[in-house]
C-alpha cells in the first residue's frame, strides 16, 4: 500500500533521509574507485549496497506524487541515482507528476524501450498528457499498442488545445440508460473491479450518448431498487463543452463545489468527464505560471539546470531590466546640476521610487487576480481606474506626509518637505494608473497579463519617480 507523506515537515524529513543515503553512496563509489578488483566486483558491491536497497523500498511504498517531490530536489546526478532505484511499473505515474523540466531529464536518461513500457502503463488522456515531452517514435509505438477505442480516444485528448477542457477531461466514467432500474443499475456496477477515482455521480445517456442527466451515487443508495433512473435523475447540471477554457470550467468547480462534471460536443453528446482532481492540479500549475511571468522567467525551470539553460530562461527581462535602468540612469544624469546642489535629493529619491513600486505591484496583483477570475468587464474597469485613483491619492496624501515630515525633521528645510509630499503623491496616482493599464493592455492584446507586469511597474514607477521629484525639487528648491 502507498504511504503518503501530508506535511511539509515529513516531506523535509523525507527527503533529509534520501540525501543522506546518497551522501553515503556517494563516499562508498568514491573508496571502490581506489579499489583494485575488477570493474565488474565493484559495480555489483555498490549496487547491493544495504543503504540503496532500504532507499528502494521506501521509494516503492511511497506515493508517486511523494517521489515525484524528491526527484524535484536533488541536483542531476543523485536524482538519476534514485530514479534507477524506482520500478518500472511506476515510472509513468511519475512522469506525470513531475513538473516540466526534470521530466525532460529524465525522459532524456530512458531509452526507447523504457519509455515506451511507461507510457503503456497509463489510461488514454495521461499519455496525452505526456505525448508533448515523448519522442515521436515513442508515440507511435504506445498508439499501435492500444485497442482501437483508446486510439480514438488518445487522438481527441490530443486535439484540444492545452487550455481547453477537452485537454483536461478523461475517458474513465459510468454511463447508463433512463429507461431501467436502479436494481439493474446496481448489478452493473457490482460487475466492474472498481469505480473510476472521484465518482460521485452517472452519466444517463440515449443510444446515441448524448446526454440526459445525471444520477448521484447517494440517490441510488437511498432509493428504492425498483424506481427507474429517469425518476430519479438530475435533469439540471452543470456541464461543459469540450472546447470551452478550461480556467472558466475550474473557476465553475470552484463555484459550485464540483467532484466531477460531464464533458460534451456541440451535439451534446457525451464525450468525457472532468474530475476535480484535474482542476486542482491544472489550478496549481495556472499559479506556478503566473508566479514564474510576474518574475520574467519564460517557462519552469529544473531548479538544478545547467547554467546555461537557466542564463537562457532569465535573460529576456533581465535585457528589459537593464534598459529600463539606463533609462532611469538618464533621467537622474539629466538632474545632475541639482543634485549637485542640494545633496539630500540623492538620499531621498529612492524613497520616492520605493514606494511607488510597491503601490503599483499590489495594483497589478489585484488586477491580474480579477482578469482570472472573469471579474472585470468594460464597465468595471472605467470604476476600477476611479477607485485605484482614490486609494493612491489617499495614500499619497497620508504617506506623502510622514516622508515630507521625515525629510523635514531631518534637513530642516520644509520646502524639501513639500516637494518630497507632492512626489510621493504623484507617483502613487502613476503607479496606479499604470497597474491597472499594463494588465488590461496585455489581456486585450491577447498577452498573459501576469507576463513581467512587475517589471514593467518598477520600472515605470523608477523612471517616472525619479522624474516627478527630481523636476519638482528643481523648480522649487535649486536656485
Do not use: C
Not at 283 to 292: A, F, N, T, V
Not at 357 to 386: E, H, P
Amino acid at each position: 500500500m502507498e504511504q503518503r507523506v501530508d506535511t511539509i515537515h515529513q516531506r523535509e524529513q523525507l527527503l533529509q533521509q534520501v540525501t543522506a543515503i546518497l551522501r553515503r553512496h556517494k563516499h562508498d563509489e568514491e573508496l571502490a574507485d581506489r579499489d583494485h578488483r575488477a570493474p565488474r566486483e565493484r559495480v555489483e558491491d555498490l549496487l547491493h549496497k544495504r543503504d540503496l536497497e532500504r532507499l528502494q523500498r521506501e521509494l516503492e511504498r511511497l506515493h508517486p506524487a511523494d517521489v515525484a517531490y524528491v526527484l524535484e530536489a536533488l541536483p542531476l546526478d543523485e536524482r538519476l541515482i534514485v530514479w534507477d532505484l524506482v520500478k518500472a511499473d511506476r515510472d509513468g505515474e511519475i512522469l506525470l507528476e513531475v513538473s516540466d523540466a526534470v521530466r525532460e531529464t529524465l525522459i532524456a536518461s530512458m531509452d526507447e524501450q523504457e519509455l515506451v513500457a511507461a507510457t503503456e502503463q497509463l489510461d488514454t488522456d495521461e499519455i496525452a498528457d505526456l505525448a508533448p515531452d515523448l519522442p515521436r517514435e515513442v508515440i507511435q509505438d504506445v498508439f499501435k499498442s492500444l485497442s482501437v477505442e483508446e486510439r480514438e480516444q488518445l487522438r481527441a485528448a490530443m486535439s484540444y488545445p492545452e487550455d481547453s477542457v477537452g485537454a483536461l477531461m478523461d475517458f474513465d466514467m459510468v454511463e447508463v440508460r433512463e429507461d431501467v432500474t436502479l436494481e439493474v443499475v446496481l448489478r452493473y456496477l457490482r460487475r466492474l473491479d472498481e469505480m473510476p477515482d472521484h465518482t460521485d455521480q452517472i452519466f444517463v445517456v440515449d443510444r446515441e450518448d448524448r446526454l440526459k442527466g445525471l444520477l448521484p451515487v447517494n440517490r441510488i443508495l437511498v432509493s428504492l431498487p425498483e424506481k427507474l433512473v429517469s425518476e430519479v435523475m438530475v435533469r439540471e447540471f452543470v456541464e461543459f463543452n469540450a472546447n470551452e477554457k478550461a480556467d472558466e470550467a475550474a473557476a465553475a468547480f470552484e463555484r459550485y463545489d464540483l467532484v466531477s462534471a460531464p464533458v460534451v460536443e456541440d451535439d451534446r453528446r457525451l464525450v468525457g468527464r472532468m474530475t476535480v482532481n484535474a482542476v486542482v492540479d491544472y489550478i496549481r500549475e495556472s499559479q506556478d505560471i503566473e508566479i514564474l511571468s510576474a518574475g520574467g522567467l519564460r517557462e519552469d525551470e529544473d531548479l538544478f539546470a545547467s547554467v546555461w539553460k537557466s542564463v537562457k530562461n532569465r535573460w529576456t527581462w533581465l535585457a528589459v531590466n537593464l534598459v529600463t535602468a539606463f533609462i532611469a540612469s538618464r533621467v537622474i544624469g539629466a538632474f545632475e546640476q541639482s543634485i549637485a546642489q542640494l545633496v539630500a535629493l540623492a538620499a531621498l529619491m529612492p524613497i520616492i521610487a520605493g514606494i511607488g513600486g510597491n503601490s503599483g505591484n499590489q495594483t497589478i496583483t489585484m488586477i491580474v487576480r480579477a482578469l482570472a477570475l472573469g471579474q472585470i468587464t468594460r464597465d468595471s474597469a472605467r470604476k476600477l481606474f476611479v477607485k485605484e485613483l482614490g486609494v493612491s491619492m489617499l495614500n499619497g496624501v497620508i504617506w506623502g506626509s510622514v516622508v515630507g515630515l521625515f525629510a523635514f525633521l531631518i534637513y530642516h528645510n520644509w520646502q524639501l518637505g513639500l516637494v518630497m509630499t507632492a512626489a510621493m503623491l504623484l507617483n502613487l496616482l502613476l503607479a496606479a494608473v499604470m497597474g491597472v493599464s499594463i494588465p488590461l493592455l496585455m489581456d486585450k492584446l491577447g498577452r498573459d497579463p501576469a507576463l513581467g507586469s512587475s517589471v514593467l511597474i518598477t520600472a515605470i514607477t523608477d523612471s517616472g519617480g525619479f522624474f516627478i521629484f527630481l523636476g519638482l525639487a528643481t523648480l522649487f528648491l535649486v536656485r
